[in-house]
């Protein structure tokens, strides 16, 4: 079992930053890939960021790759977001989330682990 709790949400203004932070307990052995989903009021959960535990690849999603930067440290005890000149569409609750397979790691249905989640607000 893995357990996954999100911090670092936030209301900022258009253009400011955030960094998000997950806390990353249990079976860490296990871990293949690690990512960050977000989901705002009456839509999909969408994908944001993705790496594997080499490190070796990462992933973006659309419009967010020129302005996030997702890592996690040694220990693949801490995995992070780095969000910059943030907009008004980022606007959602993200979610950490780990998985035992590094295949697929922009699917949602990849990955078994979830933390709770937490509120990143944009004002316009």
């Known amino acids: 079992q893995v357990q996954l709790v999100e911090s670092g949400g936030g209301l900022v203004q258009a253009g400011g930053s955030l960094r998000l932070s997950c806390a990353v307990s249990?079976?860490?052995?296990?871990?293949?890939?690690m990512g960050w989903f977000r989901q705002a009021p009456g839509k999909e959960r969408e994908f944001v960021a993705a790496l594997n535990r080499d490190r070796s690849r990462t992933y973006y999603g659309d419009g967010v790759k020129e302005r996030f930067s997702i890592s996690i440290n040694t220990a693949m005890n801490m995995l992070s977001l780095q969000m910059n000149s943030l907009r008004f569409e980022d606007t959602a609750k993200y979610y950490c989330?780990?998985?035992?397979?590094?295949?697929?790691?922009?699917?949602?249905?990849?990955?078994?682990?979830w933390g709770q989640g937490t509120q990143v607000t944009v004002s316009s």
């Open positions: 249990g079976h860490t052995f296990g871990i293949a890939a």
């Open positions: 989330a780990a998985s035992g397979n590094e295949d697929y790691m922009v699917q949602s249905w990849n990955y078994n682990s």
